[in-house]
């Protein structure tokens, strides 16, 4: 008996009728009409996927719902939606969610009618996929001249899913963190790992790694220094080292010149007093200077030249023999990345100077503003620092 009609045999005696006749008579009887087909599975992930199918009211008020499961025994069904009861084949979608990733489903949907008759569609599978985690890069954040941790977010994508970092001097890095659990959920978790022994003032390369049975997402490659410890007080032979990495503009006898050069600072004496300490510095400097307007040669300039750093309570003054200028401001433990504004003290001379730490891994931004508001700028990054 085929699915598309019904067959209904009769024996029949058709006397006075049709005449007398014991042969079977064949009357085809329509099968009901089609009241629900199952469509196709569509935007599937790995924990979701949304059902589609339609639904033929045939003018009887008509309800839906879908089964899903892993077999054709189905065992899920989604609520009771309405249809409505008009003649038109109603479209019909429903979101699914809390899927295992890489598993075969069998879905169908089923029409229910006035009676009541529940009537199912044809059985249709689809596979939810297997993805790979997500990966992102955090922050750095510094605990000492020699440790850190690196931090950053991941996302296991619904699967057991695990993560390093990956760290070195270059970018092909050489070290690793030990792999540690980042679970199994659908949102980004925030992870983190200390590494310590570091150079101090020395860069690396780091990124973030993460590792399911989809696949592996590592970040781009990202870069670090490590800072210093620029803590008072210090000792006589304490040196550090800055170069110029953008010129110094400024003006001088009508010239404007631009200085690019390397300083080098050492504590040659210290003085302490009930309120205050004076380091006596001696800065050997080795300059270029290069005439911009008018257009000259450039000159390359080394000499010592001395200065003190007076420290009272927890500011710092920097004097030039000149009495030109002064800085102040307030002492970090560490030169990191951030943000600290440094004040100033109006010099006796012909500019006032400021000295802006930035907190970026020894940068000092040096502004220099002239007398009739010119102003200067450079930035002095740190290339090294000693303590006896």
């Not at 210290?270 to 040669?297: E, F, K, L, W």
């Not at 004040?343 to 012909?350: A, F, H, K, V």
């Not at 503003?369 to 700028?377: L, T």
Request: with cysteine; hydrophobic share 35%; proline share 7%.
């Amino acid at each position: 008996m085929s699915r598309s009609r019904e067959t209904l045999i009769l024996t029949s005696l058709l006397l006075g009728i049709t005449g007398c006749s014991d042969s079977p008579t064949e009357v085809v009887v329509p099968a009901p009409p089609v009241r629900a087909a199952t469509g196709q599975a569509t935007s599937i992930n790995a924990t979701f996927a949304t059902l589609n199918a339609t639904v033929y009211p045939k003018g009887e008020w008509t309800t839906y719902f879908f089964e899903l499961g892993t077999t054709t025994s189905y065992g899920t069904r989604t609520s009771m939606s309405y249809a409505g009861g008009g003649t038109d084949p109603v479209p019909v979608t429903e979101w699914v969610s809390g899927l295992i990733p890489g598993t075969l489903y069998h879905f169908r949907v089923v029409a229910v009618i006035p009676a009541p008759d529940t009537i199912p569609g044809g059985d249709r599978t689809f596979r939810t996929i297997v993805t790979a985690p997500l990966a992102t890069l955090g922050r750095v954040r510094v605990t000492s001249t020699t440790s850190i941790v690196l931090e950053g977010s991941v996302n296991p994508m619904a699967l057991p899913t695990w993560y390093l970092f990956e760290y070195g001097v270059t970018s092909s890095y050489g070290q690793s963190t030990s792999p540690q659990d980042a679970g199994s959920g659908m949102m980004p978790v925030s992870v983190s790992a200390p590494i310590g022994n570091l150079i101090p003032l020395g860069s690396y390369h780091w990124r973030l790694v993460a590792v399911n049975s989809g696949g592996t997402a590592a970040t781009p490659d990202s870069t670090f220094s490590m800072p210093v410890d620029l803590e008072f007080p210090l000792a006589v032979g304490t040196i550090w080292t800055y170069r110029f990495t953008e010129a110094l503009n400024f003006f001088s006898a009508g010239i404007q010149k631009s200085y690019k050069g390397v300083h080098v600072w050492e504590i040659v004496s210290v003085s302490h007093g009930p309120n205050s300490t004076v380091y006596s510095v001696n800065d050997s400097q080795t300059d270029t200077a290069h005439n911009i307007m008018p257009q000259g040669p450039d000159v390359i300039t080394s000499r010592v030249t001395p200065f003190t750093i007076v420290e009272i309570q927890d500011s710092l003054a920097l004097n030039f023999p000149e009495g030109s200028s002064a800085f102040v401001h307030t002492l970090s433990r560490f030169v990191q990345p951030g943000g600290d504004t440094l004040s100033t003290t109006q010099g006796n001379g012909s500019s006032d100077e400021i000295l802006r730490c930035v907190r970026g891994i020894g940068v000092i931004d040096y502004t220099v503003v002239q007398r009739g508001n010119n102003p200067s700028s450079t930035v002095m990054t740190l290339l090294s620092f000693s303590k006896p």
